[in-house]
């Protein structure tokens, strides 16, 4: 089982990025599966999730600014980060939604900065 994010960068405050997970040993139309962040010193946050049936959930603050997505075929999830501000500033990761998680990769490092 792997899930590797990729896709982060540094972006001026008000900028975009796209966060790919790359699912190898687990299905992300079969799965509850979410996006979660990190900073250092702090525990991992749920960020969003999408559902099998495809609907999606967000923490209170990306809401309105960040999308979920997924495509079937590829087996791969998305995270649309739009407006972003310096506190989105964080490690972010893929995983399931229900315990146990599956191995956690290295994340993707998304750096939001003037």
């Known amino acids: 089982v792997q899930l590797q994010a990729s896709g982060g960068g540094l972006v001026q405050p008000g900028g975009s990025l796209t966060l790919s997970c790359a699912a190898s040993?687990?299905?992300?139309?079969?799965?509850?599966m979410g996006w979660y962040r990190q900073v250092p010193g702090k525990q991992r946050e749920f960020v969003a999730a999408?559902?099998?049936?495809?609907?999606?959930n967000y923490v209170d603050s990306v809401k309105g600014r960040f999308a979920i997505s997924r495509d079937n075929a590829k087996n791969m999830m998305y995270l649309q980060m739009n407006s972003l501000k310096p506190e989105d500033t964080a490690v972010y990761y893929c995983?399931?939604?229900?315990?146990?998680?599956?191995?956690w990769g290295q994340g993707t490092q998304v750096t939001v900065s003037s």
């Open positions: 040993g687990v299905s992300v139309s079969s799965n509850l």
């Open positions: 995983n399931t939604l229900v315990q146990p998680f599956k191995p």
């Open positions: 999408i559902t099998i049936r495809g609907t999606s």
